[in-house]
């Protein structure tokens, strides 16, 4: 595992748990409002953190914490994840999975090896505005198969999506819906262009209107 980051306590990252969470470095999609660069452009990998003594905090935090956050980059990507996974479960602790669901083999062999406690997706945008949101050629049909596997994972979950406009507005919410099915657990939350971003040219980007704003909360999933 290549680690770039331990947020050693979080109340809001895992609903419910007291929580850390470790950032791992490396993504396969170039999201223009991605927040965590230095966790994507291999050109700003900072030394990863030692695995190691990433344990020895978990061993330290068995009792206080419950659950860890495993996120990204992109995390599917680590071909020992599943051991890592498996170390963090044995110390007792809830995991939960932040994914961009392009993995869905690795998905499926977590799900089932019980791995996951808790799986958080990003979806995008619509099918239709997926590699524009996500900055790279999608597999779509990966897409697909990773919420399937996560519906029927028989965990919690969440999908979200963080709307910015130009990559997704209400008819992408819309679609979004048909493709999750009803009834999901989904959020959207209002991009932020504030602070580093992948795209710096995105910094000027017009936000949403107020009334464009209310079309996509309007939006019943
Ligand atoms: S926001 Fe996009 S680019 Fe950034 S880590 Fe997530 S999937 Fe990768």
């Not at 994507?40 to 990863?48: E, G, I, Q």
């Not at 994840?81 to 869905?104: C, H, M, Q, W």
């Not at 049909?141 to 399937?148: R, Y």
């Not at 994972?153 to 048909?178: C, H, M, N, P, Q």
């Amino acid at each position: 595992m290549l680690l770039g980051g331990l947020l050693k306590f979080t109340l809001i990252d895992y609903p419910g748990r007291l929580a850390a969470v470790l950032f791992t470095q490396g993504c396969n999609f170039r999201c223009p409002f991605c927040h965590n660069p230095e966790l994507v452009l291999p050109d700003l990998f900072h030394a990863p953190l030692g695995v190691e003594e990433v344990f020895v905090f978990l061993e330290k935090r068995r009792g206080q914490l419950q659950g860890i956050v495993v996120t990204g980059g992109e995390p599917t990507l680590h071909p020992d994840l599943p051991e890592f996974l498996a170390r963090i479960k044995a110390l007792g602790y809830l995991v939960k999975l932040d994914t961009n669901g392009s993995r869905p083999d690795v998905v499926r062999k977590l799900a089932e090896a019980r791995l996951v406690d808790y799986w958080a997706m990003d979806i995008k945008s619509s099918l239709a505005n997926y590699c524009k949101a996500s900055g790279v050629e999608v597999d779509l049909e990966a897409i697909k198969t990773s919420i399937a596997v996560i519906k029927a994972a028989g965990v919690e979950y969440e999908f979200r999506t963080t709307a910015l406009k130009g990559l997704v507005d209400d008819r992408d919410i819309v679609d979004i819906g048909s493709l999750l099915g009803s009834s999901q657990p989904y959020h959207v939350r209002r991009g932020n262009l504030q602070g580093k971003i992948l795209d710096s040219g995105l910094a000027d980007r017009p936000d949403y209107s107020v009334e464009e704003w209310a079309r996509i909360q309007a939006v019943k999933i």
